[in-house]
């Protein structure tokens, strides 16, 4: 169950990357930084459920 979520923070954070670029080429700053940030979010929380996993816990 684990290795999914973090499949499934990893594809969402690729995505929002993707939904910012296509912003930044519009020239919507705004929108740009909120989704790369979710991004950001996104895949420092599948970084940590596959740290977690190798550290045992």
């Known amino acids: 169950m684990e ?3 973090a499949r499934l923070l990893l594809t969402a954070g690729i ?3 993707i939904a910012g670029g ?4 519009l020239q919507g700053w ?3 930084g909120l989704l790369w940030a979710g991004a950001f979010g996104c895949l420092m ?3 940590n459920f596959r740290d977690s ?4 816990g």
């Not at 296509?22 to 080429?25: D, F, L, R, T, V």
């Not at 996993?53 to 045992?56: R, S």
């Open 3 to 5: 290795q999914l979520s």
């Open 15 to 17: 995505l929002l990357l």
């Open 22 to 25: 296509i912003c930044a080429i």
């Open 30 to 32: 705004l929108y740009t």
């Open 45 to 47: 929380a599948a970084l």
């Open 53 to 56: 996993k190798n550290d045992g």
